[in-house]
């Protein structure tokens, strides 16, 4: 045995040693450093990021916030010394969507500080969804008029789910918002939802541009929309997705994104019922019981 | 030792990403599997605060929400400044970040990375740990008595580790 081992070259004992040892070194220590390695890169390029995201989400309000409000009191102050009824009623239809557009943004801001700040709670209730949904369609319905979309309802006769019924309106509100943003030539946004597996599916589909693939990533990012700077044609601060997808997981759903360039895109989300949290003894997750050993005190 | 506690106290349920901290008596649970909890507990005005995360530190992706334990702390710490805490009459409590051996590599380093994170800050801003259980295989339940500091703890079966957080 001594002797073959003459025959071995020195590369050969070490790629020998690498594969008996590797693993073991691989898996603790080299992974560590190649871990925290990508952790720093990844890091240093996100601060560069957050800073552009930063610059860009302060001009979108100046622009979102201070337009609306410029227009409103500019609107409001003509009201006061027009004279035909005419005038007045489609001045006050101006308004009324800019206020509209206002307070929807204002909202997500609100919602994003709150999950920023961790202070959502979400409540369990038993949802009757398509009333739910049907509301949302209705309180969107001056978006909807003035970008001349239809949404069309998929919806069972019937479906009661146990969910929070304060974020799940928040994000069918902004899902919907969305797919009427980017609704593209045919103004159709298809609204699907299902019962299935216990877990409610819900998809807003609509036939607009799509999402190439490269940006697809970055749409779920705060601050960001896939197109920026004086091309933006679509309002927002790229908050609404964002919120859409810390909610959804806060209610401990998932969300996939669809997009064909050109086609259109759909988004897909999926939420378990409410898990009852009643009683500090029993619990119960999932419908199975959990088991504790001996209580411990500390 | 239970009589005192189970007077009316006000219940909460903590979420995942979420966190808590209220001048008045509560009695806080939670259910940790890989995830941390940190307990905060003023020693002279008498009540506590706590917070549940999911990953050590804010990558970048999304919100810098208490979903990462470097947020999540910040925010206690703050909260609890606001109301009226100093942060040198905080102590702290540790717990959660359990790792099973079947689950894999990137879940182990999750959970390592997450107690480390909680130890590397409390750390940073002066605040002494007096009781930790963390790591292990075993997911926990725990009952945090806001007044008292004191906290109940349970292991949850490893069987049921996938069901928690």
């Known amino acids: 045995m001594i002797n073959s081992s003459r025959h071995f070259t020195n590369d050969q004992l070490i790629g020998e040693l690498k594969n008996r040892l590797g693993p073991?070194?691989?898996?603790?220590?080299?992974?560590?450093?190649?871990?925290?390695?990508?952790?720093?890169?990844?890091?240093?390029?996100?601060?560069?990021?957050?800073?552009?995201?930063?610059?860009?989400?302060?001009?979108?309000?100046?622009?979102?916030?201070?337009?609306?409000?410029?227009?409103?009191l500019g609107l409001a102050s003509s009201i006061t010394g027009s004279t035909?009824?005419?005038?007045?009623?489609?001045?006050?239809?101006?308004?009324?969507?800019?206020?509209?557009?206002?307070?929807?943004?204002?909202?997500?801001?609100?919602?994003?500080?709150?999950?920023?700040?961790?202070?959502?709670?979400?409540?369990?209730?038993?949802?009757?969804?398509?009333?739910?949904?049907?509301?949302?369609?209705?309180?969107?319905?001056?978006?909807?008029?003035?970008?001349?979309?239809?949404?069309?309802?998929?919806?069972?006769?019937?479906?009661?789910?146990?969910?929070?019924?304060?974020?799940?309106?928040?994000?069918?509100?902004?899902?919907?918002?969305?797919?009427?943003?980017?609704?593209?030539?045919?103004?159709?946004?298809?609204?699907?939802?299902?019962?299935?597996?216990?877990?409610?599916?819900?998809?807003?589909?609509?036939?607009?541009?799509?999402?190439?693939?490269?940006?697809?990533?970055?749409?779920?990012?705060?601050?960001?929309?896939?197109?920026?700077?004086?091309?933006?044609?679509?309002?927002?601060?790229?908050?609404?997705?964002?919120?859409?997808?810390?909610?959804?997981?806060?209610?401990?759903?998932?969300?996939?994104?669809?997009?064909?360039?050109?086609?259109?895109?759909?988004?897909?989300?999926?939420?378990?019922?409410?898990?009852?949290?009643?009683?500090?003894?029993?619990?119960?997750?999932?419908?199975?019981?959990?088991?504790?050993?001996?209580?411990?005190?500390? | 030792m239970m009589k005192a506690l189970d007077v009316a106290i006000d219940e909460h349920f903590l979420f995942p990403s979420t966190l808590f901290a209220e001048r008045s008596p509560h009695r806080v649970q939670t259910i940790l599997g890989s995830c941390v909890a940190v307990c905060l507990f003023d020693l002279e005005m008498e009540y506590g605060g706590i917070n549940h995360y999911m990953l050590p530190w804010w990558n970048g992706n999304g919100m810098p929400s208490p979903k990462y334990g470097d947020v999540a702390i910040e925010r206690l710490i703050e909260k609890m400044t606001i109301l009226g805490s100093r942060k040198t009459n905080l102590v702290a409590k540790i717990f959660g970040g359990a790792s099973q051996y079947t689950l894999n590599r990137e879940v182990f380093d999750i959970s390592n990375r997450n107690i480390a994170t909680a130890e590397k800050l409390l750390n940073s801003h002066k605040i002494r740990i007096v009781a930790q259980n963390t790591g292990g295989p075993k997911g926990r339940k725990i009952v945090f008595h806001t007044q008292t500091n004191q906290v109940l703890m349970k292991y949850l079966e490893p069987t049921e580790l996938k069901e928690a957080v």
Do not use: W
């Open chain 1, 24 to 72: 073991m070194i691989d898996s603790s220590q080299k992974n560590e450093f190649i871990n925290l390695e990508e952790e720093v890169r990844r890091l240093s390029s996100f601060l560069q990021e957050s800073e552009r995201g930063k610059s860009q989400f302060l001009s979108n309000v100046r622009n979102e916030i201070n337009n609306p409000l410029t227009s409103i």
């Open chain 1, 84 to 298: 035909t009824e005419e005038k007045v009623k489609r001045m006050s239809t101006l308004i009324y969507q800019q206020a509209f557009e206002l307070d929807f943004q204002m909202r997500n801001i609100i919602v994003a500080a709150e999950i920023e700040m961790g202070d959502i709670q979400p409540m369990n209730s038993r949802v009757n969804i398509i009333t739910l949904l049907e509301d949302q369609v209705s309180y969107l319905k001056p978006k909807i008029d003035s970008m001349g979309v239809t949404v069309k309802l998929q919806l069972p006769d019937l479906l009661k789910f146990r969910t929070d019924p304060y974020l799940l309106q928040t994000i069918c509100a902004n899902l919907l918002t969305n797919a009427i943003e980017y609704s593209g030539a045919n103004k159709l946004v298809i609204v699907d939802v299902t019962e299935r597996d216990e877990h409610l599916h819900l998809s807003v589909t609509d036939f607009g541009s799509g999402i190439e693939l490269e940006k697809q990533k970055i749409i779920f990012d705060r601050f960001r929309q896939a197109e920026t700077g004086r091309t933006k044609s679509h309002p927002g601060h790229g908050l609404g997705l964002t919120i859409v997808h810390e909610l959804v997981e806060l209610l401990q759903g998932t969300i996939e994104l669809k997009s064909i360039a050109g086609k259109g895109t759909t988004i897909h989300i999926q939420i378990p019922p409410f898990l009852q949290r009643e009683g500090s003894s029993s619990l119960s997750i999932s419908g199975s019981e959990l088991l504790f050993t001996e209580e411990e005190e500390f």
